[in-house]
């Protein structure tokens, strides 16, 4: 079975490796050390920040809720991604990460019955309808990959409470695949990620898990020095013109993070986890622009 996020690694290593990439993004190994000590120091702080979804329904047994949790993040971030149109700035009715969260937890709260899968689909793509969220067909397609599992989806939850984040990843990609798209595996990364924060899983492998890259953290990044950009890649960043999708230079920089990200970690002693809930929880810090790419990647 391929390990799917060393496969990753080694794609970034050769991105990275490439001439014009170089010249597009630096990765400045010195401004490491600093990054890593404000992690060492906040992490403490931020650990727990996400705590568990707030469903109302009262659960029979701990294990229903954990069932429930990994449904409802693999619902979640089948749909992360892209909630702007063209610009951050035009977003119809406030869409973003949490306020696609929160649709999701009322379409949970708002069923008839939990078990009943469809019924919560189609409240969901109700509610991004009515909120106008930007790439609406892309986001019911990977929805209907979930709808289309059928009683895999159950079985799935299941076998990812007693299996390796390598194994649960492999099935992941295979019954949806719309997480396998992404080269990056940004979204993958980031539902294993969020199962550990919730629910406390895959304690003894965490380290296996990735940065999820996306506009965020390569902003922070950039913000604390440790990536600088071309001029003509950070005047177009400047202007908010848009990065075309799988372009060496977004390709350079979603590469340049995940390896800086590794090197921090290394640093901090933690794993890259962690490096990105701090990170993500300083993305209003930056004074720039993130760079703006359309894709359903992240």
Same mark, same amino acid.
């Given at each position: 079975?391929?390990?799917?996020?060393?496969?990753?690694?080694?794609?970034?290593?050769?991105?990275?490796?490439?001439?014009?990439?170089?010249?597009?993004?630096?990765?400045?190994?010195?401004?490491?050390?600093?990054?890593?000590?404000?992690?060492?120091?906040?992490?403490?702080?931020?650990?727990?920040?996400?705590?568990?979804?707030?469903?109302?329904?009262?659960?029979?047994?701990?294990?229903?809720?954990?069932?429930?949790?990994?449904?409802?993040?693999?619902?979640?971030?089948?749909?992360?991604?892209?909630?702007?149109?063209?610009?951050?700035?035009?977003?119809?009715?406030?869409?973003?990460?949490?306020?696609?969260?929160?649709?999701?937890?009322?379409?949970?709260?708002?069923?008839?019955?939990?078990?009943?899968?469809?019924?919560?689909?189609?409240?969901?793509?109700?509610?991004?309808?009515?909120?106008?969220?930007?790439?609406?067909?892309?986001?019911?397609?990977?929805?209907? *990959?979930? /709808? +289309?599992?059928?009683?895999?989806?159950?079985?799935?939850?299941? $076998?990812? !409470?007693? @299996?390796?984040?390598?194994?649960?990843?492999?099935?992941?990609?295979?019954?949806?695949?719309?997480?396998?798209?992404?080269?990056?595996?940004?979204?993958?990364?980031?539902?294993?990620?969020?199962?550990?924060?919730?629910?406390?899983?895959?304690?003894?492998?965490?380290?296996?898990?990735?940065?999820?890259?996306?506009?965020?953290?390569?902003?922070?990044?950039?913000?604390?020095?440790?990536?600088?950009?071309?001029?003509?890649?950070?005047?177009?960043?400047?202007?908010?013109?848009?990065?075309?999708?799988?372009?060496?230079?977004?390709?350079?920089?979603?590469?340049?993070?995940?390896?800086?990200?590794?090197?921090?970690? *290394?640093? /901090? +002693?933690?794993?890259?986890?962690?490096?990105?809930?701090?990170? $993500?929880? !300083?993305? @209003?810090?930056?004074?720039?622009?993130?760079?703006?790419?359309?894709?359903?990647?992240?």
């Amino acid at each position: 079975m391929i390990n799917m996020n060393e496969q990753t690694l080694a794609i970034c290593e050769d991105i990275v490796s490439q001439n014009r990439a170089q010249e597009l993004v630096k990765i400045n190994d010195s401004a490491f050390e600093k990054v890593a000590d404000i992690i060492k120091e906040e992490l403490p702080q931020v650990k727990n920040f996400w705590g568990e979804v707030g469903f109302t329904a009262e659960f029979e047994t701990q294990e229903d809720r954990e069932t429930y949790t990994i449904l409802y993040e693999l619902i979640g971030c089948a749909i992360n991604y892209n909630y702007w149109f063209g610009c951050p700035e035009v977003r119809p009715c406030n869409a973003s990460s949490t306020k696609m969260s929160e649709l999701l937890l009322e379409a949970f709260n708002e069923a008839d019955d939990l078990s009943n899968l469809q019924q919560i689909l189609n409240l969901l793509n109700l509610k991004l309808n009515e909120n106008r969220f930007p790439n609406l067909r892309n986001r019911i397609d990977h929805l209907r *990959e979930i /709808a +289309g599992a059928n009683n895999m989806n159950a079985k799935f939850c299941e $076998f990812v !409470k007693t @299996n390796s984040i390598e194994k649960s990843m492999y099935w992941l990609t295979q019954l949806y695949p719309g997480f396998s798209e992404d080269m990056f595996l940004k979204r993958a990364n980031l539902f294993f990620g969020m199962l550990h924060r919730r629910l406390g899983y895959f304690k003894d492998e965490v380290d296996k898990l990735i940065v999820p890259a996306d506009y965020h953290i390569p902003n922070v990044l950039r913000h604390y020095g440790c990536l600088k950009y071309h001029f003509d890649l950070d005047k177009a960043i400047s202007r908010r013109e848009l990065i075309p999708e799988n372009s060496i230079e977004e390709c350079a920089i979603r590469a340049s993070t995940i390896l800086a990200c590794k090197k921090i970690s *290394e640093l /901090a +002693g933690c794993t890259m986890t962690d490096v990105d809930t701090v990170l $993500f929880l !300083k993305r @209003n810090e930056p004074q720039t622009p993130f760079h703006l790419t359309i894709t359903t990647n992240y």
